[in-house]
């Protein structure tokens, strides 16, 4: 076990939480402080022992501070090899002291980055330079020098100092480690933030040649989809935009790695609605979904459209909740998991925490205001497969019954084609193969991830117990064989929206207008497997 003494500690830190009494603790010791700017002016004023840099380097910190550390007085002083009889006689000549321990976090460019109303200025001015330098430098020294990146390092390093009167090789080669990953994580986040401010949105988003990805640990959850596994929920830096990642939990349990995942879904659903809406996700899909005059009315009818599957659910809204709408969410007999919305008013949170049975468990958060689809900046979706990774672009875009065609005899009615238009976007969200019905703005059925449509079409009349008569269909994918057609006109479905595409749409649309019905062609698919 290698252990080295420490002497000499540059401090230089942009989060000072714990720094004085991690500094104070080293200056019992007889350690001998160096430290810059802020942090200088912090340990000074707690009444510690410190040396200016200016002092080490003989020169001032100058451009407001841009430059400061970068000196051969500081970094020969981190990079001398303390075994090698030539970098020993180099600091001798030069008058330069050998530096043990580097204590450095970087500037916040990741937290100035996600805080809302952040300049571009801001945001440049927070590339830190200098720490990044010294942390490289001390992490490649790691044989010699010690470098703490994260103030969560503090108590166990002080720790193993006062057991053995130095650094161990062992933690000094696990706190490297970490530097660099800090300093890798630092660089991608710049790296992101620059691909999207230089991005050309009018030649579509080019999916890169390689992928470094890093996502900071956000929660340590109980365990996976299943007990036996181990989970964590990481998340992007710098994001910015109403979302799991950054949603606020104001109350109930701790977060499940199943919860997180319907919560998602619940989101990405409800903000496709400009009207208040209401959304119940169950096992990933949306079992209810419904919009309204009022968040009230739009819940009511979403938990309606499938009251027994709605049990246990995730909730999700697109307005702030109120009293009514947490009046009828803790009716007696309705259970929720878990509720994500924009905000909740004083009294709808006090219902929701105090009046149910599941007051306790149920976990509440909150998002701030969503934005529109086309506000959300670009994004990448990911998918993990054995060995690698797919990636594609979201699935989001414009109004899809833009350039969507009526192809039958009979024109949907301005009633069915804005239940068709609410149809679609819910179907979007269900996984494949997916069948939706729907009627004045509400989800009666949904038939999802069945390995043949038919057998969608078949379970979505079943779940809507007998609400399909004068309903509206949607499919995320063209209908193979008409079969799909005559089963949603036996149940008294109207009118059908689907991608067409198929070599037998023929037979599609002459199902339909025997049946009268009316069906539109959107030309696109929307797939969710």
């Known amino acids: 076990m290698t252990v080295r003494a420490i002497h000499r500690a540059l401090l230089s830190v942009s989060d000072k939480t714990g720094l004085v009494e991690l500094a104070r603790a080293l200056a019992n010791k007889g350690v001998e402080l160096i430290s810059t700017g802020g942090t200088h002016k912090a340990l000074k004023a707690a009444g510690l022992a410190v040396r200016d840099i200016a002092e080490v380097t003989g020169f001032p910190e100058v451009l407001d501070g841009r430059v400061k550390t970068l000196h051969p007085n500081i970094h020969a002083g981190i990079l001398a090899v303390r075994d090698n009889p030539l970098h020993a006689q180099t600091l001798r000549e030069h008058k330069i002291q050998g530096i043990d321990l580097v204590v450095c976090n970087l500037y916040p460019f990741e937290e100035t980055l996600a805080k809302p109303g952040s300049t571009k200025e801001e945001i440049i001015e927070n590339i830190d330079i200098g720490g990044p330098t010294l942390v490289r430098a001390a992490a490649k020294n790691y044989h010699d020098v010690a470098i703490v990146t994260d103030l969560k390092q503090y108590g166990s390093f002080l720790e193993e100092w006062r057991t053995h009167g130095g650094s161990t090789l062992a933690t000094r080669e696990r706190l490297a480690a970490a530097a660099f990953a800090r300093i890798a994580a630092y660089d991608q986040a710049i790296n992101a933030y620059f691909a999207g401010l230089t991005a050309e949105p009018s030649k579509g988003q080019e999916l890169p040649p390689q992928l470094d990805l890093h996502f900071r640990q956000r929660l340590s959850l109980r365990y996976g989809e299943n007990p036996h596994q181990q989970a964590a929920f990481y998340v992007e830096p710098g994001i910015r935009h109403a979302s ?216 979505a009349v079943r779940k809507s117990e007998g609400r399909s008569h004068g309903s509206v269909l949607a499919s995320d994918a063209f209908f193979p064989f008409r079969d799909n057609l005559d089963e949603a006109a036996r149940a008294g479905v109207t009118a059908a929206v689907q991608p067409g595409g198929s070599m037998r749409d023929a037979d599609s649309i002459a199902a339909c207008d025997e049946h009268g019905m009316a069906l539109v062609l959107t030309g696109v698919r929307h797939f969710r497997h």
């Open 244 to 459: 799991i990642a950054i949603a606020e939990q104001l109350h109930g349990k701790e977060l499940s790695f199943n919860n997180i995942l319907d919560l998602d879904s619940a989101l990405n659903l409800v903000r496709e609605f400009a009207e208040p809406a209401a959304i119940v996700i169950k096992h990933n899909n949306p079992c209810g979904a419904a919009i309204g005059q009022s968040l009230a009315e739009a819940f009511s009818r979403a938990f309606e459209g499938d009251p027994l599957s709605a049990y246990g659910g995730v909730l999700s809204f697109n307005r702030e909740v109120d009293e009514a709408t947490a009046m009828l969410v803790t009716e007696p007999n309705r259970f929720v998991e878990c509720i994500i919305a924009p905000g909740y008013s004083a009294t709808a949170f006090t219902l929701l925490t105090t009046r149910p049975s599941w007051k306790k468990n149920v976990r509440l958060l909150r998002t701030g205001p969503l934005e529109d689809q086309e506000q959300r900046p670009p994004a990448l979706d990911y998918r993990r497969v054995d060995g690698g990774l797919l990636v594609q672009t979201p699935d989001r875009g414009g109004d899809d019954f833009a350039q969507a065609k009526v192809v039958t005899k009979r024109q949907p009615t301005p009633k069915e084609m804005a239940d068709l238009r609410f149809a679609w976007l819910v179907c979007k969200h269900v996984k494949s193969n997916a069948i939706v019905l729907a009627k004045d703005g509400m989800v009666v059925g949904v038939g999802a991830g069945q390995m043949s449509r038919v057998d969608s079409v078949h379970m």
